[in-house]
Structure formats: C-alpha cells, structure tokens
C-alpha cells in the first residue's frame, strides 16, 4: 500500500488522532478501498488479541526472565555514570593528580644521569640532594658515585 494515510490508520483505530485529523482519515476511507481494507484487518487484529486469555507467567519463568535481564551487561550510559560517581571520580582525579606531578617531577630531572645505575637512582630519589649537587657543579655518575662513597673516607 502506499497511500499517504497509511502511516496513521493505526492511530486512527486506536483512537489516538486529534479530532481535525480523524475527519480527514474518516473522508478518505470513503474513498479509498486499500486503506478501508487495513482498517478492517486492524480492527480485527485487535479483536482477535482481545479475544485471548491473559498470559501469566509462572513463578519460576518470571524468575528465569528477570535473571537473564539482570545478567545483560549494562548500556554505555549506565556504565559512564558509574564510573563518574563520586566515590570513583574522587579517587581517580587524586591519582590523575599524583601522575600529573610525577610527570612534572621527572621532567625536572638533572641532566646526565645514568637511570640504569641503580646508585644513580637512588641518589635521585632524593631531589633536595640532587639540587644541592646540580648546584656545585656534580652532573656524572662518577661524580655522583664519588659523592656517595665519600662516607667511607671519612671514618678512615
């Protein structure tokens, strides 16, 4: 069929079309053959589901249908908003934070250190330290090396 009045004969029959509409609808049925057709195959259509007895499902189908609705995963919207709630939010801009400053932090990083000595590393991990020897002139590892055995010539 393909009548402009198609689209609405189901709302016609429903009862749901605003009164100048259904006029219109009403006048057109007495001149179309197709529409007037569809119209009575939904009016029986809907009296023939009438006509049906009430479905009630059983306790354990009930069940079982609710138990595959609550294992479906949740939609995209659903997950995002519990993912922004603020008990996750919170804690993730606070290690969004930390990352942030550590990037900073190991930007600021002397020059010329050896990261795979591991003395080297951890002389870095004391960045006061660090500074204080940027500041006198230290910037090798032999330097640093020297710095940090120093100790042992002094108790001699």
Known sequence: MSCAFE???TAYVDGELPSARRTEVEAHLGTCAECRSTETLLRHTLASLAALPEFKPSADTRRAVLAKVDALPLPLRERLKALLRPSVLMPSLGLAAVVGLAVV?????PQGLDVTDAGALE?????ELVEDYDIVGLDSSEDLEVIE???ELEVQ
């Open 123 to 127: 002389l870095a991990a004391n960045l």
């Open 149 to 151: 055995h120093l100790h």
């Open 7 to 9: 689209e609405e004969l």
């Open 105 to 109: 932090y190991t930007g600021s990083e």
